[in-house]
């Protein structure tokens, strides 16, 4: 099970990066708050992939601060 949860928090972060790649590629003055907010939600869900994979259920925020910290203190 934390295998497939993992993946789709993968995938997730994925669909977040080909998105914002594409509205970068676009126009990146035109579209520049929808790609920091695809940025922050594929940051956001890479993180929760990691802790996920350690077998740490990420909490439900999304403050990317908070999540490093949590991060960096439970995984080696």
Aim: net charge negative.
């Amino acid at each position: 099970m934390t295998k497939q949860l993992v993946k789709e928090w993968v995938d997730k972060a994925e669909e977040d990066f080909r998105t914002l790649q594409e509205l970068y590629n676009k126009s990146p003055s035109d579209f520049a708050t929808t790609i920091c907010f695809h940025s922050q939600q594929c940051a956001e869900k890479y993180l929760k992939a990691l802790l996920t994979k350690h077998g740490i259920e990420p909490p439900w925020i999304h403050t990317l601060e908070t999540l490093l910290d949590l991060t960096i203190s439970k995984i080696p």
